[in-house]
């Protein structure tokens, strides 16, 4: 039996002055918008709404209340129907009260949105616990927004909403495809043992059959004449030379963007994996500021590239041991491995 509280007037559906409260059915300002019977997704917003998209265009999310970060952490926890936290200027708020507001989300699981300038991205990232994942905004668009709000929303009670994709989805669905394509590839690289493929058949590894010769000191096999150690580079030499042509590649790669347009080849990606590789080889740590300026895309598609390899298992978080404000990114082994192997292939 139908609850008296709901009525839908299918001839002029209009939205209540007074917005709408959890648990109420919403019947959207039109009809192909969301079908009756949806309830909205709750939406904090902590700082101004000023910088807040058009939500007329995502009729299933409402703004719930607006407040002061120093109010926004006891909100959240008081609170059992917020879906969204939306920190506009999230590197203005103090790091302490930043670290109260991110606990509170992840207590109640919601999901949250930061916006950051590129000056306090570290900091904003390093507040925010490994445990769950938010999204992250630096200088970005309306479009941008949008993506990371409808990404935010959810979906209750089975609703099926009919809601036109524009390119930002699209755009967003083809970089989700091209980072599964490389995670497939750097993979299947990492799980050959005999090295890549057109690898030269003496560089294959040997396996020799000890199963007789139990109890035995035994020296390997060797195929060819031992070159005296002098004549050997050491270790950190090579990586130094490595580290040179990967750089070498990176500025290649830019050159490029002075001849043709910057995003005919944009491949945020690879270019990530080649700095972090010659990062490594360079004993140095990569900030995740600096690897969105190496990514040579805006820095709010840099982070969603850098989230998903981090999901992938190429990339891993490490703590800054000096400064508790600041993560770094790193290189996976199995990137490494895989990237080391693709270099050895290339100078065959």
């Not at 004993?283 to 989230?307: E, F």
Request: hydrophobic share 45%.
């Amino acid at each position: 039996m139908m609850d008296q509280k709901v009525q839908i007037d299918f001839d002029g559906m209009t939205v209540p002055e007074g917005g709408f409260y959890s648990g109420e059915v919403w019947a959207g300002p039109r009809r192909g918008d969301q079908i009756p019977g949806a309830v909205a997704s709750p939406l904090l917003v902590v700082g101004s709404r000023s910088d807040l998209p058009d939500m007329a265009l995502l009729p299933d999310i409402r703004v719930a209340a607006t407040l002061a970060a120093s109010d926004a952490g006891g909100h959240i926890r008081q609170s059992d129907t917020l879906d969204i936290i939306w920190l506009a200027a999230a590197d203005t708020i103090e790091t302490d009260l930043l670290a109260d507001i991110c606990a509170a989300v992840d207590e109640r699981g919601c999901n949250l949105i930061c916006e950051t300038s590129m000056a306090g991205l570290d900091r904003v990232v390093a507040a925010i616990p490994a445990t769950f994942s938010a999204q992250l905004l630096v200088d970005a668009d309306p479009a941008d927004k949008l993506v990371a709000l409808a990404a935010a929303r959810r979906t209750r009670h089975a609703l099926l909403h009919d809601i036109a994709r524009d390119d930002a989805m699209e755009r967003i669905d083809r970089l989700q495809e091209e980072v599964s394509r490389i995670s497939r590839l750097l993979g299947d690289i990492a799980g050959q043992r005999g090295g890549l493929p057109g690898a030269p058949a003496d560089y294959a590894p040997r396996v020799d059959d000890l199963a007789g010769h139990a109890g035995q000191v035994r020296a390997p096999a060797r195929d060819f004449a031992a070159m005296p150690r002098s004549f050997f580079p050491e270790e950190r030499t090579l990586d130094r030379q490595r580290a040179k042509a990967v750089r070498r590649m990176l500025r290649q790669r830019r050159m490029r963007e002075q001849y043709f347009p910057a995003d005919l080849f944009a491949d945020p990606a690879w270019d990530m994996l080649l700095d972090l590789y010659a990062a490594r080889l360079e004993r140095q740590p990569v900030s995740v500021s600096s690897l969105c300026i190496a990514a040579a895309v805006p820095a709010t598609t840099a982070l969603r590239w850098i989230k998903t390899m981090t999901d992938a298992g190429l990339f891993l978080r490490e703590a800054d041991p000096h400064d508790g404000r600041r993560i770094f990114i790193a290189l996976a082994e199995g990137a490494y491995d895989a990237l080391a192997r693709y270099f050895e292939a290339l100078e065959e």
